[in-house]
């Protein structure tokens, strides 16, 4: 079989994939450039920027995996185009919740494991001795690995429940069919998720600083998935301590991290790179790498918008610079979604376009602007010679998100989330911002906790992959409050907020389980 070459250049590596070692994608690297490659401190530096680089290319799938069966896409109910009139080409399977083995949204577990196996070489290389790189250098990049892969297996653990563990690096094969292991437990799943989460905060030690103008990983970072992990397990049987761990965690980022704020304007969240709210986010940068998923599925062909109008500026969508999205709009936002925000909150024209028609059916009085449908424009790039290039930063993390995490722990432990909510909705609101209005716990929604802070977080985090998520951590009941248990069309709907294995996935490792739901 044809083997992976490791090859140098510059600051990052490319990984050359091929061969028929595509169980899991626990591909081996070339025992020959492994020999040769683990030399010098520079190595292994360029070695941490191609993990990033690799982490980069999967946040498609994160975004995928963690927003698009929820109710923030779709196509509008009865309705099989978008409004635009292209198609959903297979996405509705997701939000439809009409997924299935030869259908299943996500196959391959995303190829998650590639960066995975990468990772887990890093460890055991690093491990290996202490002659590679500086001490305080090979701990701040332990802790960086640690972190990461725990974040790879969260998304799996979310995802697909029970799977394959994989920590040991895949240096040679000598037998193709050795790649092939049942999955484990989530129990153990969870259990390697925190220890690696505490081998990278004591990698970490005292050393809270960011690196990549924070586009790596670092150990507010992992205190970050620390708290998320500790919320899900908290409502998993935990309980109070597990709560408590999370909020520990936070806190901790806010003490150590102090220069961490809410910029004052939402906008510049996504346009000003490592800004002061951002913890950890994916690079992308003109000439480099742009985003994208975005194109692919989520903006519209330029072309078929221009008849449509911004009824914020009551114009027609057709300027050449302000409206040439170039995509493909697969996955539009539900009319209901932008509808869920107030008119003054700033969030809802800085993360959504609408697009309107004109209702001539009430001439000669007046015509009436009618919304016909509405796509995502968060991340909005820049133009360069006439195209549109998206190159904002995605964010993995940031301060709101602390916030919102922190407001769930405090209503678990009986205390109050106001200050935290407050916070994110006075940026939001802006001037207009009233606290006898618009503040916790004065919006009628406060009267429940828990779905007053998932519609902030659905408010501020729509496409950053969080929200299916949300809806599952907080419980299967918040899941069917939001999308009705009968899209789960089957006798078993708890058993569907799993994702299906692929049936490629099933045909190459025999010892694979499909999930309850889907058999």
């Known amino acids: ?59 498609g799938v994160f975004q995928f995996l963690g927003e698009m069966r929820s109710d923030v896409f779709g196509t509008e109910p009865g309705i099989g185009a978008t409004f635009t009139g292209e198609s959903s080409q297979g996405l509705e399977v997701m939000w439809s919740q009409t997924l299935d083995p030869s259908f299943p949204g996500v196959s391959n577990f995303g190829n998650l494991y590639f960066n995975i196996d990468q990772l887990n070489l890093l460890i055991n290389k690093l491990s290996a001795t202490d002659d590679l790189v500086s001490a305080s250098f090979k701990n701040y990049y332990l802790g960086e690995a640690y972190g990461m892969r ?59 600083s960011f690196k990549n103008n924070k586009s790596f990983w670092s150990k507010a970072a992992t205190l970050m998935l620390k708290g998320e992990v500790y919320l899900w397990t908290s409502a998993r049987g935990g309980g109070s301590a597990d709560a408590t761990v999370a909020k520990t965690a936070l806190t901790d980022i806010e003490t150590n991290v ?20 951002i913890i950890f986010a994916s690079r992308y940068q003109l000439n480099e790498a742009t985003i994208a998923f975005i194109p692919s599925s989520f903006v519209p062909q330029t072309s078929l918008i221009s008849n449509f109008y ?43 376009q609408p697009g309107y028609s004109i209702d ?25 010679a006439g195209s549109r290039q998206y190159t904002n930063d995605y964010p993995i993390y940031r301060y709101a998100d602390l916030l919102l995490l922190l407001a769930e722990a405090k209503v678990i432990l009986g205390e109050d989330p106001a200050g935290e909510i407050n916070q994110v909705r006075q940026r939001a609101f802006g001037a207009n911002y009233d606290v006898a209005i618009q503040g916790y716990p004065n919006q009628a929604i406060d009267a429940n906790s828990k779905e007053a802070i998932l519609k902030e977080r ?38 569907r907020l799993l994702w299906p294995v692929d049936q490629t996935s099933l045909t190459n490792n025999r010892l694979l389980e499909q999930n309850p739901g889907y058999r």
């Open 310 to 352: 911004d009824s914020a500026q009551n114009r027609k969508m057709n300027d050449g610079i302000k409206d040439n999205w170039g995509g493909l709009l697969r996955a539009p936002v539900l009319i209901s979604t932008f509808r869920q925000f107030d008119d003054k909150d700033s969030r809802k024209l800085a993360t959504i």
């Open 458 to 495: 659905l408010l501020e985090f729509i496409f950053e992959g969080k929200r299916w998520y949300d809806l599952r951590r907080m419980g299967d009941t918040f899941v069917y409050n939001h999308i009705p248990v009968s899209q789960f069309a089957n006798s078993d709907p708890a058993g």
């Open 1 to 59: 079989m044809k083997r992976n070459i490791l090859i140098i250049t510059g600051s990052w590596i490319l990984l050359l994939v091929s061969g028929c070692a595509k169980n899991l994608d626990l591909v081996p690297v070339s025992s020959i450039s492994n020999a040769s490659y683990w030399k010098t401190s520079d190595q292994v530096d360029a070695f941490v920027t191609g993990v990033h680089a690799r982490f980069r290319t999967d946040n």
């Open 150 to 208: 725990a974040f790879y297996y969260f998304q799996l653990l979310r995802s697909w429940g029970k799977v394959v563990i994989q920590t040991d690096p895949v240096i040679s094969i000598t037998d193709v069919s050795g790649l092939a292991k049942a999955p484990s437990s989530e129990a153990d799943v969870i259990t390697l998720i925190k220890s690696d989460i505490d081998n990278s905060v004591n990698s970490f030690g005292t050393d809270y």
């Open 258 to 277: 102090p220069a961490l704020t809410l910029l004052p304007n939402f906008t510049d969240v996504f346009s000003v790179k490592g800004n002061g709210e």
């Open 360 to 384: 001539i059916s009430k001439r000669p009085t007046a015509d009436t602007m009618v919304i016909k449908g509405a796509f995502v424009k968060k991340f909005s790039g820049e133009n360069n």
